[in-house]
């Protein structure tokens, strides 16, 4: 019995906690915001250069060919930090389709470029402001041939690339784009976390390369969506904590009534209550990282119920530690406002927490608990 | 990471499984319902403790001269894990064994721990815990029950209440104030007592449940020999929290009906012709709460991984029965409501059945070692490090504290 992580991966993450908290990650994040810029270009190539973007590239590609609990691990500190990269797009979405999907020939193009930072991918799917769904995709593939316009895709600016979930005659396939192709347009979507850019990208007769099948492209979409559950999981937990230790805090240095606040019982169970769906939702992670490491057939299950209780989390945790710095919570200045526009962001990134509940039913019928 | 036993774990798991398989049922899936205060299960509940005495298992973690074989912390776990897969009477010995164990374990001397532990291991003898009374729940050192020292005795006279099985226990332990002259907590002294010892009045408490598993105990000039007394006079208070720390372990987990359930319901529940587990609202539910079940589950195994590697698990394990008392009494209501205005209607159905007994069980559970509050207070102040209340009995002697009516 061993739920827990290795040393080595306890090392790597104290390691990349360390040069997050030493590049100010949060600051960083906070300069993003107010100057509109999208990314931080600087941490993110020093996050190339550490090498995490290759992690769980084999080693046959120049990536480190670690497994996903490294990634987890990592992923759990970018939250914690909010830091201000396209790690989510790039990483658990562009690289993990690449890795899973692509053919040989695509893979040696693109999978050394992305350990270099010469490839920054993402993933473009939403086209209408619902839920995107197998039937209401309308962007076109015609022989390897794009038309039609996705929005709400995180990271296009900096992205090089693309993975886009298109219609063909006969199903939905995923295409690879380059996004510096003719005819591909981008443009700014304002949003409500603005330390992270969202793009529409317009699409006319631009080229792509198929990426599995014509037709089964939506079921490699749910599948990586399951797995990318859990990355963005550790993000929420690490998100959920941060935002939890600032409650604690803050708790602690304010005084009203005479008495730290932390004191008032009123204040004790709200950060009661956000620790206990912080521990609920990190110990779901734990149990779906190791579904995820061992490829188990509980995968589907155990992503669904960590995205839920992560996002659940997070979204309590982040809300609350507002609440818990009163008016100062709800100013510019203070750092509150970051962690809830991250919880959101993270929250609807791969699909709301009402879609991912109903996943997890989904799921329960289909393997029948009882 | 990993679930597999070392194959250290794998051969003792496999010793408990053997020695289970020849001495008891395993679990159908229909659920056993216990009664607390019905005499046969706590015949059937002794025998099965002498049995598991005999070889060895009833207190495993035990040292040998007590009874135990000195198992460590794992394979104490492995071997609650596969009994649970049995169908044995449970509910009679938890609190003995739990908690007045450990503390005489901590207190008691070497002549008492070798008369009391190996019967109290073996089931020959009930033990159960006097420390609630009707004006100190919650504020358990307000209690106001009073010892008087008098020679080498004290002679007690109080009430207590809420105390689980003291209609069968042989033994208790008790905490009572020796000095109201004194600040509330500094005032108080433990002792064990015999529960046939003249003066003791046990009359049980009838619950919303209509059961009676709780009980009212009168104490007048109760005598106690001095040689009872565990930790220094003034020590009860210290005393009394290793016990209150066990409790919390001991009290644990909501048995009765959980998402499984729910989900069973639902899929077979008409909901204006269709199922229930097609409505929208139901299926949010159930997914919350077999997070919940899950995120409960696997924090168990986060504890087990710590305990497997020799080392201390953290405080994740305090979050156990506020979430899952909450929960049942939520798939109690979601069961009972699923039937719409008949959902009031007792039958024979033992699904509903389960249903209703949840909904009128789980208000306990949220009191009993410890209400919602209170666990939201301890982690807050003992896992998250907040101050305390600033508290306006402190620093005044006991007989001048408020108290209210009673």
Known sequence: MNLDFSDDQKFLQEEARKF???????SRNRSVLENNANVDVELWNKIVELGWTGIRIPEEYSGLGLGHLELCVIAEELGRFLAPVPFSSSVYLFTEAIINYANDDIKKEILPKLVSGEVIGTLAVAEDLQAPTAENITLQSDNNILNGKKIAVPDAEIATHAIVVAKTSSGISLQLVDLNAEGVKIEKQENIDE????FSILFENSPSKLIGDETGGWDLYEALMNQAAVLFGYEQIGGSQAALDMAINYSKERYAFGRQIGSFQAIKHKLADMYIALTLAKSNCYYAAWALSTNSADLPSASATARVSATKAYQLCSKENIQTHGGNGFTWEYDCHMFYRRSKLLSLNIGSLSNWREKLVTSLEQSNIN | MDFNDTPEQAKFRKTCRDWLEKNAQLKDSSPSESNFANKDIIKEAKAWQKKKYDAGWAMLHWPKEYGGIGASPIERIIWAN???KFNVPKGIFEIGLGMCGPVMMQYASEEQKERYLPPMAEGKEIWCQLFSEPSAGSDVAGLRSK???????W???GQKVWTSGAHFSDYGILVVRHDPNLEKHKGLTFFFVDMKSPG?????????T???????VYFTDVEIPDSQRLGE???????????LMNERLAVGDADGCDVEDAFKWAKTQDNQGEPLLNDKAARESIADWYCEASGLKNTKLRTMSALSKGDTPGPEASITKIVSAGKLQDIGNFGIDSMDMTGMLKTDDPDIRRFQNAWLGAPGLRIAGGTDEILRNIIAERVLGLPQDPRADKGVAYKDIPSGKS
């Open chain 1, 20 to 26: 997050l908290e030493k590049e100010n990650a949060l």
């Open chain 1, 195 to 198: 330390s992270r850019g969202y």
């Open chain 2, 82 to 84: 596969e009994e649970s």
């Open chain 2, 147 to 153: 010892a008087v020292q008098d020679g080498d005795k």
């Open chain 2, 155 to 157: 002679i007690i006279n």
């Open chain 2, 200 to 208: 003791i009045e046990v009359k049980p408490i009838k619950q919303i």
């Open chain 2, 210 to 216: 209509g059961g009676s598993s709780f009980n009212e």
């Open chain 2, 233 to 243: 006079i003034g020590d009860g208070w210290k005393v009394a929290i290793t016990t």
